[in-house]
């Protein structure tokens, strides 16, 4: 599948650097390159805008900012970055509708 699509909805992705399981970065698994978040974003970012209305990405993590709530479970920041996200995606979807 081609991320690079255009999106008609206005989109809100949220990544942690630290998640092991759904990855920020590129890595390589064997001779197959794995494209992550970071690339996903850029492919759609080349054909939708950026901002409130259309695409907005939000790393948190080492190379952001630091997730303190890490879930104690095997599953660590993959979940704990739903929890933390969840004052900003709020604030983001009430914008969005106090349009």
Do not use: C
């Not at 064997?30 to 209305?53: C, D, H, I, R």
């Amino acid at each position: 599948m081609n991320p690079d699509l255009t999106i008609s909805v206005p989109i809100r992705i949220a990544q942690s650097a630290d998640d092991t399981r759904v990855k920020a970065e590129t890595t390589g698994v064997g001779e197959m390159a794995v494209p992550g978040t970071n690339a996903l974003v850029g492919e759609l970012l080349k054909t939708n805008q950026a901002g409130p209305s259309g695409l907005q990405y939000v790393l948190y993590g080492q190379k952001e900012v630091p997730i303190p709530d890490l879930d104690p479970a095997d599953l660590h920041a993959h979940f704990a970055t739903m929890n933390h996200d969840l004052p900003a995606m709020t604030a983001w979807l009430r914008d969005l509708f106090a349009v």
